[in-house]
């Protein structure tokens, strides 16, 4: 028998001669034992067809004479005949990829990639196909470019939590900790999967967590990890509340989950902690503690990306790659909606650059929620080749060796098919070509053509990159006064409520100068996008220096987004401040725009927010009107081009920091 692994065919005579042999021994077939006419069975089976014998020969001199359509033909043949012939698939792959056949390629990649037991073979056809689907992603003009409700291959199917059950899970059976072997107390319920203990207040929650953390690492080997098995047996940690959980050794306020890496026998991952229930306002602005739905939806399924990076990878997977990951795989995300809204900020060129953001240490020190977002939308690009796409990328940045410094580079060109020098750089170009092309292809004059002053680029909000919002805010009819002297309507931020105060249908803040910033949230029932107007005074001293005020985003949780605009103030005079918040919160002082920054975005799980936007000074001011309005259409009337220093059309500028 010849090694299928081997890609040199006998000669003729070894041919007959093989075919004499078998003869042979078909003479003696009822003389042996059961076992070996078994073995001799399989052995003539996996052989490659006495009829392609000769033919491999001449298939490989068509390929040397670059006669593609009669290599190809008589190598369809031999596979047809013989499913499994590893070596004959593999030729067959390289005829076709040079004969540019780019489907029949595809398919024959996946076809080698189901039987092919040679490494080298199934990583030649791994490449092949990754940088085939690689190119008709970037090359596609699909009907659907720019639709931002595509089904998203890493949507998991979990099962269904209903109504009746996400209040059993609420319960609290049994808050009494108990001592483990993990070095802390540790709820007392459990649940044991393959790879996870569940420990949990609630003995149904433990049985939900550690089921639905199983069905995850399945779905997640497959897709990021070319199948890879684990042998893992990860605690599950869900405290029963926020402070339980802080006690323990969970991160402090504002955190719903962390992943504690340490290296130990089961894996590099010591534990991952949760907790179970949050508190929340209803309506009336009454606080209730219920279910953290969240944190089994989403957050665990973050913090689990972490754990399985962490075991990949060890410790030097880079902060991007990390947050891409978990950001890109959380359940609750509409994730070509985020690329949609970040495809402006990168045409206009306001996105951080490859080389610095794959070298970033850590956090940015500033645009922070940008670093999320366009750390996800790389993996939503690098994702759309496939899951071999994903393995492969993922490997080379893994892989001993690559340098630190090389293995972005190193990476990006295996993934591309390009040469490694300055591949970061070709990497970032054709991410940006894709992100145009799909969602703001109008945005792309014509060569020899001015940009047009407005843009045509459909009915959905996200793609009209240009509009003339002053006049969208001076056509609003049905505006909703806000009660200033009723100080119901509005939440702080820890203390913060207590700076502020109301008189005579006036808010005033008197916060020292500079002690900031004060929160005050402010409660709107109307939905996105919104426009909230209101007339300010500065009452500082001119000697102070001077004075700020902008607005802020809030989460569900009333609490800061860090999505922020301001505007200074330079005289004691009234002035009118109106704030935007649809995909973008903008903020303009009179007539001016004076800040702008990618919204906040809502997860499809994520609770009616009763107090969307903020309030934000470190000045003592006074607010003597508010009101707020729903926008139910952009103007699309002609506007002025912008200069300089006039933003009253739409345009990409980020805020500075306040004063």
Not at 100 to 112: A, L, P, Q, Y
Not at 204 to 214: G, I, M, N, Q, T
Not at 421 to 435: D, I, L, T
């Amino acid at each position: 028998m010849r090694d299928s692994h081997n890609y040199a065919s006998p000669s003729l005579d070894d041919e007959t001669e093989r075919i004499e042999k078998e003869r042979t021994l078909s003479m003696f077939r009822f003389k042996v034992s059961i076992p070996v006419v078994v073995l001799w069975c399989a052995v003539t089976v996996a052989a490659p067809s006495p009829l392609f014998a000769g033919s491999i020969e001449r298939a490989r001199a068509l390929v040397d004479e670059e006669d593609w359509p009669g290599a190809i033909a008589l190598l369809t043949k031999e596979v047809d005949a013989n499913p499994g012939h590893e070596a004959a698939y593999v030729l067959l792959m390289d005829a076709l990829a040079q004969a540019d056949r780019v489907d029949e390629t595809i398919e024959v990649c996946r076809n080698i990639l189901k039987i092919a037991k040679n490494k080298t073979n199934r990583e030649k056809a791994r490449l092949t196909l990754v940088r085939l689907v690689r190119r008709k992603v970037d090359e596609s003009d699909d009907p659907t470019a720019g639709r931002t409700d595509l089904e998203d291959a890493f949507h998991i199917d979990m099962p269904e939590i209903d109504d009746d059950m996400w209040k059993r899970l609420e319960v609290v059976e049994d808050s009494n900790y108990v001592d483990s072997r993990l070095g802390k107390k540790v709820p007392p319920f459990s649940w044991e999967t393959t790879h996870f203990t569940a420990y949990a207040c609630n003995e149904e929650l433990a049985k939900v967590v550690a089921e639905r953390a199983e069905l995850y690492l399945e779905f997640m080997s497959k897709h990021l990890f070319g199948d890879r098995e684990w042998a893992l047996n990860i605690p599950l940690l869900v405290y029963h509340d926020q402070p339980a959980y802080s006690s323990v050794g969970g991160a402090g306020e504002g955190s719903g989950g962390v992943t504690i890496p340490e290296r130990g026998l089961t894996g590099r991952t010591a534990m991952i902690m949760l907790f179970q229930l949050e508190e929340f306002k209803d309506e009336d602005g009454d606080t209730y503690t219920g279910i953290y739905k969240y944190a089994i939806e989403s957050i665990l399924t973050h913090e689990l990306t972490h754990m399985m990076l962490i075991e990949f990878f060890g410790f030097e997977a880079p902060m991007w790659m990390h947050e891409a990951c978990a950001v890109r795989l959380e359940q609750t995300r509409e994730h070509y909606w985020d690329a949609a809204r970040l495809a402006r900020a990168v045409v206009a060129g306001e996105h951080f650059r490859f080389r610095d953001l794959f070298n970033q240490e850590g956090y940015p020190s500033s645009r922070v929620p940008l670093f999320y977002e366009q750390s996800a939308t790389i993996m939503l690009y690098i994702s759309e080749a496939g899951p071999e796409a994903m393995y492969t990328f993922l490997s080379e940045m893994a892989a001993d060796r690559h340098t630190k410094e090389a293995r972005h580079d190193a990476a990006c060109a295996t993934l591309m098919g390009i040469p490694q020098e300055g591949a970061v750089e070709e990497f970032e170009r054709r991410w940006v070509e894709w992100m145009t092309r799909r969602y703001a292809r109008d945005l792309r004059p014509d060569e020899g053509e001015d940009p047009p002053a407005l843009l045509d680029t459909g009915d959905d909000e996200v793609f009209l990159p240009q509009v003339n919002e002053l006049d969208t805010f001076a056509n609003i009819t049905e505006w909703r006064d806000i009660d200033l002297g009723e100080m119901d309507q509005f939440v702080g931020v820890g203390t913060s409520k207590e700076e502020w105060s109301s008189s005579r249908g006036s808010l005033r803040c008197g916060i020292a100068p500079n002690e900031g910033p004060s929160f005050l949230g402010i409660r709107m029932n109307e939905e996105l996008p919104l426009v909230v107007e209101c007339e300010v005074q500065w009452l500082g001293n001119i000697t102070d220096g001077y004075g700020w005020i902008g607005f802020d985003q809030f989460n569900a949780d009333n609490l800061d987004t860090d999505v922020s605009v301001a505007a200074r103030f330079s005289d004691a005079s009234s002035h009118k401040l109106t704030a935007m918040l649809s995909d973008e919160l903008v903020l303009y002082m009179d007539t001016k725009c004076v800040g702008r920054y990618p919204a906040h975005v809502l997860g499809k799980s994520d609770r009616d927010i009763d107090y969307p936007l903020a309030m934000m000074t470190s000045s003592p001011v006074e607010i003597n009107s508010m009101r707020v309005a729903h926008i139910d259409n952009y103007s699309t009337a002609p506007a002025e081009t912008p200069g300089q220093d006039d933003s009253s059309q739409r345009r990409r500028r980020r805020p500075g920091s306040p004063p």
